[in-house]
């Protein structure tokens, strides 16, 4: 129990620190989305993914691990394309703006309530199991909230907002992590979440982080 504790409390501070550095570092904010773009595609491919494979192998072809994660990636395009009627960064209005930098906040704080629920189910299955996934959690809480920070600030540029969203994103893996003191969540079903997850990220670097990473300051 008290390994668990300490866990949760280093994901939020990492969570934090990484958000601070991007807000201190606004004025760089075009070097800080292209960091965020493979910060967020490398947690997809190399974390989200693989992960979500390991832990349904007994359960679902690699096949089906990938074809979730591409619909995933369907699911966002759709949300980001056909309800914010989002066309070309320049040509919405502020509100879409809002809603589209909310939406990708929200999506990496849900991600982060996962990661909780992963390192708490990790630990169901063994204090070997947990350490792992915690060690590769607390890997990337740093980019998280650098994360959260760059797509509120590119759409809203509201660093008051952006630090509300950081503190949501740093609280949500402590929240992911205590629930599991209640439930516990089956292999199959984790997998599948975290096969959906990367197919959200791989679009939001794609769509978002990775053409503003082009513009100048």
Not at 25 to 53: Q, R
Not at 170 to 193: E, K, N, R
Request: proline letters at 1%; charged letters at 10%; hydrophobic letters at 55%.
């Amino acid at each position: 129990m008290f390994t668990i504790v300490i866990i949760a409390i280093a994901t939020f501070i990492s969570t934090m620190i990484g958000g601070l550095v991007a807000l201190r570092l606004k004025d760089k904010l075009h070097l800080i989305l292209g960091f965020s773009a493979g910060a967020v595609i490398a947690v997809a491919l190399f974390d989200l993914l693989p992960e979500a494979v390991s832990l349904g192998s007994n359960y679902y072809s690699i096949s089906t691990m990938t074809g979730v994660a591409a619909f995933g990636f369907l699911i966002y395009l759709v949300l980001d394309r056909s309800i914010l009627l989002h066309t070309h960064i320049h040509d919405v209005d502020h509100d879409e703006d809002h809603s589209r930098g909310i939406l990708g906040a929200g999506t990496l704080s849900i991600h982060s309530l996962l990661d909780g629920i992963a390192i708490g189910v990790a630990f169901q299955i063994g204090t070997a199991v947990g350490s792992i996934v915690a060690v590769a959690v607390l890997m990337h809480d740093f980019s998280d909230g650098i994360n959260t920070v760059s797509l509120i600030l590119k759409n809203t540029k509201d660093r008051v907002k952006a630090f509300k969203w950081l503190f949501v994103d740093a609280l949500a893996p402590v929240i992911g992590i205590c629930s599991t003191f209640f439930f516990s969540l089956s292999q199959s079903s984790l997998a599948i979440l975290l096969s959906l997850f990367s197919g959200f990220f791989l679009y939001i670097s794609a769509s978002d982080l990775i053409p503003e990473s082009h513009h100048a300051h």
